[in-house]
């Protein structure tokens, strides 16, 4: 794969491919991932034509200032990779209107965030 020297890609990739289990996270800005993630995701087009992540499963978790319709379409950017690569991928909770409430104060996405939590762990 082509790499930058400077940063830290090669041991992301090689923790990749050890892995069974990848979870991402991302905001949903302006109905995308963040600029990092896509950095990231546009960083792993070396193992696009690969089966080196075949298999593997992908969990996903957005948060968004806005409505879930709106933070669906960071999850479908995610999804979108997950197939890229041929992953596993699970669909976990959305956090919407994080502006407005906090997080901790939403019982119902701390329950579905638990939930995933022994999901994954039970893997």
Known sequence: PTRRSSDLMDSIYKKMLEADIIIIGSPNYFDSVSGLLKDFIDRTNPFYKTDAFEGKK????????????HSQKVMNNIHSFANAHKMEFTEGPICEHSEDKAAKEQKELIAELKQLGKEIDSL
């Open 58 to 69: 992908l969990y996903a978790v957005v948060s968004g200032g806005m409505s879930k319709e």
